[in-house]
């Protein structure tokens, strides 16, 4: 029988894993997030087991056994409208608002005299719903029930658009006008991301899960303490060793090649 080739294409990506080192240098997270950046690509990400192991083989290295600075960070001013993902152009921030007192106060109340407040999700309070369909002006919609922060934002959505945004003096009005009668403040549709990877590589569950061990007021940076393997939150302004991604993102290294075939 004879056999015929046909030409073609073939596709092969090498992935090696993420690697890390460690730096016995006392540094501010900052001072370590540019750091890293200046000589390799940034602060350490951890998103899994392997990644995991690539660190506790950079601390068994230099035999170090303790807390070190990671890219984990708690970004306190990462604020964004519920409705369409829109980014804060308009504030009314009451008096040393926002403050995240008590650490986790990750959505925002609007009082009847018009001052912003970041408030703990979890609350039930009144909300204030934007329609964005009425053929009226009024498009702002006042609950008649108290929810957290996420059902008021499940019921907006669900009956009307959204939670109510406030990009101009006109929408604070409307709102305002609408809590005359009401002695509480409001959730409205204003909240924020909170942990982040400095590389802006995505936040896991497993990280996740370990994000929620934090209770720090104002520990707004995290370390990885290589002898318990868990995430520790702390001031970001606290002097640490730190490890470095010497690579692209928290995700493995790969190269793409393309070879063809005769």
């Known amino acids: 029988n004879n056999c015929i080739f046909l030409p073609g294409l073939l596709s092969l990506t090498l992935c090696k894993p993420q690697e890390y080192i460690l730096y016995k240098q006392l540094k501010t997270w900052e001072d370590a997030q540019n750091y890293c950046r200046t000589h390799h690509y940034d602060l350490a990400t951890i998103q899994n ?53 008590g650490a ?9 005299n018009g001052a912003w407040d970041d408030f703990y999700c979890t609350i039930e309070k009144y909300f204030v719903c934007y329609d964005e369909n009425t053929n009226t002006t009024e498009k702002m919609v006042l609950s008649k029930t108290q929810n957290t922060w996420t059902e008021a934002q499940e019921y907006c959505r669900r009956r009307y658009t959204d939670l109510a945004s406030i990009r101009n003096q ?6 305002t006008s609408l809590l005359n009668a009401l002695a509480s403040p409001v959730w409205i549709g204003l909240y924020r991301n909170t942990w982040k990877w400095s590389d802006q590589a995505n936040v896991t569950s497993s990280t996740q899960l370990a994000i929620r061990r934090f209770t720090g007021w104002n520990k707004n940076c995290a370390g990885a303490n290589n002898y318990y393997r868990v995430f520790d939150d702390t001031y970001c302004t606290n002097m640490h060793y730190f490890y470095c991604n010497t690579g692209r993102s928290g995700l493995n290294s790969c190269v793409h090649h393309l070879f063809v075939i005769y």
């Open 104 to 112: 986790g106060q990750e959505c925002v109340i609007i009082y009847p």
């Open 170 to 175: 006109e929408d604070q009005a409307q709102i």
């Open 49 to 101: 087991n392997e990644n995991w192991t690539k660190l506790l083989e950079a601390a068994d290295e230099q035999r170090f056994y303790g807390f070190a600075w990671i890219g984990l960070f708690n970004d306190i001013n990462g604020w964004r409208w519920s409705y369409n993902d829109e980014s804060l152009v308009f504030e009314s921030w009451g008096l040393a608002q926002p403050d995240n007192y």
